[in-house]
Protein backbone atom coordinates (compact mmCIF):
# COMPACT_ATOMS: atom_id res chain seq x y z
CA UNK A 1 0.00 0.00 0.00
CA UNK A 2 1.51 3.38 -1.06
CA UNK A 3 -0.16 6.43 0.11
CA UNK A 4 1.44 9.67 -1.34
CA UNK A 5 1.64 12.87 1.20
CA UNK A 6 0.94 15.97 -1.20
CA UNK A 7 -1.26 18.72 0.10
CA UNK A 8 -4.75 17.61 0.31
CA UNK A 9 -7.45 19.60 -2.13
CA UNK A 10 -10.46 22.12 -0.63
CA UNK A 11 -12.63 19.25 -0.17
CA UNK A 12 -10.68 17.48 2.19
CA UNK A 13 -11.13 17.93 5.31
CA UNK A 14 -10.10 15.18 7.06
CA UNK A 15 -8.36 15.74 10.80
CA UNK A 16 -7.63 11.42 11.94
CA UNK A 17 -9.73 11.25 14.82
CA UNK A 18 -8.47 7.86 16.12
CA UNK A 19 -8.42 8.02 19.81
CA UNK A 20 -11.48 9.35 21.86
CA UNK A 21 -15.21 8.96 21.36
CA UNK A 22 -17.34 10.95 18.28
CA UNK A 23 -19.63 13.68 19.35
CA UNK A 24 -23.18 12.58 19.82
CA UNK A 25 -25.82 12.98 17.86
CA UNK A 26 -24.56 10.10 15.05
CA UNK A 27 -26.90 7.65 13.75
CA UNK A 28 -24.10 5.28 14.07
CA UNK A 29 -20.46 5.80 15.34
CA UNK A 30 -16.95 3.17 15.59
CA UNK A 31 -14.82 4.59 18.50
CA UNK A 32 -11.38 3.21 18.54
CA UNK A 33 -12.62 -0.02 16.35
CA UNK A 34 -10.29 -2.93 16.15
CA UNK A 35 -10.83 -5.98 14.49
CA UNK A 36 -7.85 -8.87 14.24
CA UNK A 37 -8.08 -12.17 12.40
CA UNK A 38 -5.15 -14.33 13.65
CA UNK A 39 -2.87 -13.97 16.16
CA UNK A 40 0.80 -13.47 16.98
CA UNK A 41 3.06 -12.88 13.40
CA UNK A 42 0.26 -14.20 11.24
CA UNK A 43 -2.40 -11.32 12.93
CA UNK A 44 -3.84 -9.23 10.41
CA UNK A 45 -5.56 -5.94 11.87
CA UNK A 46 -8.83 -5.19 9.34
CA UNK A 47 -9.66 -2.53 11.78
CA UNK A 48 -6.36 -0.94 13.62
CA UNK A 49 -8.22 1.82 15.94
CA UNK A 50 -10.97 3.18 13.62
CA UNK A 51 -13.27 6.36 15.04
CA UNK A 52 -16.09 7.65 12.48
CA UNK A 53 -19.21 8.90 13.41
CA UNK A 54 -22.04 8.73 10.85
CA UNK A 55 -24.04 12.02 10.76
CA UNK A 56 -28.13 12.23 10.78
CA UNK A 57 -29.78 13.04 7.10
CA UNK A 58 -26.73 12.12 5.36
CA UNK A 59 -25.31 9.96 2.74
CA UNK A 60 -21.74 8.79 3.50
CA UNK A 61 -19.33 6.40 0.64
CA UNK A 62 -16.87 3.89 2.36
CA UNK A 63 -14.03 3.85 -0.10
CA UNK A 64 -10.84 2.25 -0.02
CA UNK A 65 -8.37 -0.26 -1.67
CA UNK A 66 -9.59 -3.98 -1.57
CA UNK A 67 -7.75 -5.08 2.29
CA UNK A 68 -8.58 -1.61 3.63
CA UNK A 69 -11.10 -2.25 6.06
CA UNK A 70 -14.26 -0.82 4.23
CA UNK A 71 -16.17 -3.85 4.69
CA UNK A 72 -15.45 -5.14 7.71
CA UNK A 73 -15.88 -1.57 8.98
CA UNK A 74 -19.00 -1.38 7.32
CA UNK A 75 -19.84 -5.10 8.71
CA UNK A 76 -19.06 -4.42 12.49
CA UNK A 77 -20.94 -0.62 12.97
CA UNK A 78 -23.98 -2.56 11.56
CA UNK A 79 -24.08 -5.53 13.84
CA UNK A 80 -23.02 -8.26 11.68
CA UNK A 81 -19.95 -9.15 12.59
CA UNK A 82 -18.04 -8.14 16.32
CA UNK A 83 -14.72 -6.34 17.06
CA UNK A 84 -11.58 -7.45 18.92
CA UNK A 85 -11.75 -4.03 21.06
CA UNK A 86 -13.51 -0.99 20.70
CA UNK A 87 -17.15 -0.12 20.51
CA UNK A 88 -19.54 0.39 18.09
CA UNK A 89 -22.93 2.52 18.46
CA UNK A 90 -26.47 2.99 15.96
CA UNK A 91 -28.50 5.64 17.91
CA UNK A 92 -26.31 5.78 21.10
CA UNK A 93 -26.82 2.59 21.87
CA UNK A 94 -24.08 0.38 22.53
CA UNK A 95 -24.08 -2.80 20.28
CA UNK A 96 -22.39 -4.82 23.02
CA UNK A 97 -24.16 -3.68 25.69
CA UNK A 98 -27.07 -5.84 23.82
CA UNK A 99 -27.61 -9.81 24.29
CA UNK A 100 -28.09 -12.12 21.11
CA UNK A 101 -32.22 -11.08 21.16
CA UNK A 102 -31.41 -7.44 21.52
CA UNK A 103 -29.01 -7.36 18.96
CA UNK A 104 -31.68 -9.29 16.09
CA UNK A 105 -34.43 -6.28 17.33
CA UNK A 106 -31.77 -3.91 17.13
CA UNK A 107 -31.16 -5.12 13.62
CA UNK A 108 -34.98 -5.63 12.53
CA UNK A 109 -35.70 -2.77 13.55
CA UNK A 110 -33.41 0.21 13.57
CA UNK A 111 -31.11 -1.06 10.53
CA UNK A 112 -31.71 -1.11 7.13
CA UNK A 113 -29.69 -3.03 4.70
CA UNK A 114 -29.15 -3.30 0.35
CA UNK A 115 -26.84 -6.23 -0.43
CA UNK A 116 -25.11 -6.35 -3.72
CA UNK A 117 -27.21 -9.65 -4.87
CA UNK A 118 -30.39 -7.97 -3.85
CA UNK A 119 -31.16 -10.84 -1.96
CA UNK A 120 -34.57 -11.18 -2.72
CA UNK A 121 -37.36 -14.11 -2.02
CA UNK A 122 -37.91 -15.22 -5.81
CA UNK A 123 -41.74 -16.83 -4.26
CA UNK A 124 -42.90 -13.29 -3.35
CA UNK A 125 -44.05 -10.88 -5.28
CA UNK A 126 -42.26 -7.34 -5.11
CA UNK A 127 -44.56 -5.57 -2.96
CA UNK A 128 -44.47 -8.83 -0.20
CA UNK A 129 -40.53 -8.39 -0.70
CA UNK A 130 -41.02 -5.21 0.65
CA UNK A 131 -43.34 -5.98 3.51
CA UNK A 132 -40.87 -9.06 4.56
CA UNK A 133 -39.23 -6.94 7.34
CA UNK A 134 -42.37 -5.98 8.96
CA UNK A 135 -43.93 -9.30 8.42
CA UNK A 136 -41.32 -11.08 10.10
CA UNK A 137 -41.29 -8.27 13.06
CA UNK A 138 -45.55 -8.38 13.50
CA UNK A 139 -45.64 -4.67 13.06
CA UNK A 140 -48.38 -3.22 10.92
CA UNK A 141 -47.75 -1.80 7.40
CA UNK A 142 -47.93 2.15 7.21
CA UNK A 143 -49.77 2.29 4.23
CA UNK A 144 -49.14 5.99 4.10
CA UNK A 145 -45.36 5.58 4.57
CA UNK A 146 -45.05 2.56 1.88
CA UNK A 147 -47.25 4.52 -0.71
CA UNK A 148 -44.44 6.90 -0.25
CA UNK A 149 -41.48 4.45 0.02
CA UNK A 150 -42.93 3.02 -2.96
CA UNK A 151 -43.47 5.93 -5.01
CA UNK A 152 -40.22 7.28 -4.16
CA UNK A 153 -38.35 4.32 -5.78
CA UNK A 154 -41.13 4.34 -8.88
CA UNK A 155 -41.89 0.72 -8.57
CA UNK A 156 -45.86 1.47 -7.79
CA UNK A 157 -46.62 -0.27 -11.51
CA UNK A 158 -44.66 -3.46 -10.67
CA UNK A 159 -45.59 -4.17 -7.10
CA UNK A 160 -47.24 -7.75 -8.13
CA UNK A 161 -44.09 -8.78 -10.11
CA UNK A 162 -41.91 -11.60 -8.92
CA UNK A 163 -38.29 -11.12 -9.19
CA UNK A 164 -37.50 -13.18 -11.88
CA UNK A 165 -39.79 -10.77 -13.61
CA UNK A 166 -38.33 -7.75 -12.81
CA UNK A 167 -34.99 -5.97 -14.45
CA UNK A 168 -31.50 -6.22 -11.66
CA UNK A 169 -32.73 -1.97 -11.62
CA UNK A 170 -35.87 -3.17 -10.43
CA UNK A 171 -34.71 -5.44 -8.11
CA UNK A 172 -32.53 -3.54 -6.43
CA UNK A 173 -35.11 -1.01 -6.36
CA UNK A 174 -37.71 -3.17 -4.55
CA UNK A 175 -34.35 -4.17 -2.58
CA UNK A 176 -34.22 -0.06 -1.28
CA UNK A 177 -37.85 0.33 -0.68
CA UNK A 178 -37.50 -3.02 1.28
CA UNK A 179 -34.51 -1.39 3.31
CA UNK A 180 -36.55 1.69 3.69
CA UNK A 181 -39.96 0.64 4.89
CA UNK A 182 -39.40 -0.18 8.62
CA UNK A 183 -38.03 3.38 9.09
CA UNK A 184 -34.71 2.20 9.47
CA UNK A 185 -32.45 4.94 12.57
CA UNK A 186 -29.61 3.86 9.09
CA UNK A 187 -29.52 2.46 5.82
CA UNK A 188 -26.47 0.23 5.15
CA UNK A 189 -25.33 -0.83 1.28
CA UNK A 190 -22.69 -3.33 1.01
CA UNK A 191 -21.88 -2.42 -2.83
CA UNK A 192 -25.22 -1.64 -4.23
CA UNK A 193 -24.62 -1.34 -7.69
CA UNK A 194 -22.43 -3.77 -7.87
CA UNK A 195 -24.38 -6.06 -10.21
CA UNK A 196 -25.85 -3.37 -12.02
CA UNK A 197 -25.29 -1.40 -15.43
CA UNK A 198 -24.77 2.09 -15.36
CA UNK A 199 -27.91 3.17 -16.13
CA UNK A 200 -29.77 0.93 -13.25
CA UNK A 201 -26.88 1.99 -10.88
CA UNK A 202 -27.68 5.53 -11.74
CA UNK A 203 -31.39 5.33 -10.84
CA UNK A 204 -30.53 3.23 -7.84
CA UNK A 205 -28.35 5.85 -6.20
CA UNK A 206 -30.44 8.52 -7.28
CA UNK A 207 -33.29 6.89 -5.29
CA UNK A 208 -30.77 7.00 -2.20
CA UNK A 209 -29.79 10.39 -2.93
CA UNK A 210 -33.47 10.94 -2.45
CA UNK A 211 -34.14 8.61 0.41
CA UNK A 212 -31.66 11.18 2.58
CA UNK A 213 -32.84 14.40 0.90
CA UNK A 214 -36.58 13.70 0.96
CA UNK A 215 -37.49 10.88 3.85
CA UNK A 216 -34.62 12.35 5.95
CA UNK A 217 -32.65 8.72 5.86
CA UNK A 218 -29.38 7.81 6.82
CA UNK A 219 -27.29 6.35 4.11
CA UNK A 220 -23.72 4.51 4.22
CA UNK A 221 -22.51 2.91 1.89
CA UNK A 222 -19.16 1.22 0.79
CA UNK A 223 -18.13 1.15 -2.88
CA UNK A 224 -14.79 1.10 -5.12
CA UNK A 225 -16.73 3.24 -7.85
CA UNK A 226 -15.88 6.65 -7.98
CA UNK A 227 -18.99 8.02 -9.77
CA UNK A 228 -21.21 6.12 -7.47
CA UNK A 229 -19.44 7.90 -4.56
CA UNK A 230 -19.94 11.19 -6.07
CA UNK A 231 -23.72 10.62 -4.98
CA UNK A 232 -22.56 10.92 -1.65
CA UNK A 233 -22.49 13.79 0.90
CA UNK A 234 -19.15 12.66 1.85
CA UNK A 235 -16.45 9.90 1.21
CA UNK A 236 -14.07 8.22 4.57
CA UNK A 237 -11.44 6.94 2.90
CA UNK A 238 -9.74 3.56 4.84
CA UNK A 239 -6.31 2.38 3.76
CA UNK A 240 -4.68 -0.84 5.97
CA UNK A 241 -7.38 -0.71 8.48
CA UNK A 242 -7.30 3.07 9.37
CA UNK A 243 -9.21 6.32 8.18
CA UNK A 244 -6.30 8.21 6.10
CA UNK A 245 -8.80 10.89 4.10
CA UNK A 246 -12.12 12.37 3.82
CA UNK A 247 -14.12 14.07 1.09
CA UNK A 248 -16.93 16.56 1.33
CA UNK A 249 -19.75 17.18 -1.55
CA UNK A 250 -17.32 14.88 -4.17
CA UNK A 251 -17.28 15.10 -7.85
CA UNK A 252 -16.51 11.79 -9.87
CA UNK A 253 -13.41 13.73 -10.69
CA UNK A 254 -12.38 14.49 -7.57
CA UNK A 255 -12.95 11.27 -6.10
CA UNK A 256 -10.86 9.68 -8.93
CA UNK A 257 -8.07 12.27 -8.34
CA UNK A 258 -8.05 11.39 -4.44
CA UNK A 259 -7.65 8.07 -5.79
CA UNK A 260 -4.59 8.17 -7.70
CA UNK A 261 -3.06 8.58 -4.09
CA UNK A 262 -3.95 5.10 -3.06
CA UNK A 263 -2.87 1.74 -5.08
CA UNK A 264 -6.28 0.37 -6.06
Do not use: C
Not at 63 to 74: A, D, F, H, R, V
Not at 94 to 110: H, I, P, V, Y
Not at 122 to 142: F, Q, S, W
Not at 202 to 220: G, Y
Request: aromatic letters at 6%; charged letters at 25%.
Amino acid sequence: MTITTEPTTETSTFAPPQTGAPAAGFAASATDAVKTYGRGDAAVHALDGVTVGFERNRFTAIMGPSGSGKSTLMQAVAGLDTLTSGSVAIGGVELSSLNDKQLTRMRRDKIGFIFQSFNLVPTLTARENILLPLDLAGRKVDRDWLDHVVSTVGMGERLRHRPTELSGGQQQRVAVARALVSRPEIVFGDEPTGNLDSRAGAEVLSFLRTAVRELDQTVVMVTHDPIAASYADRIVFLADGRIVDEMLSPTPDSVLDRMKRFEY
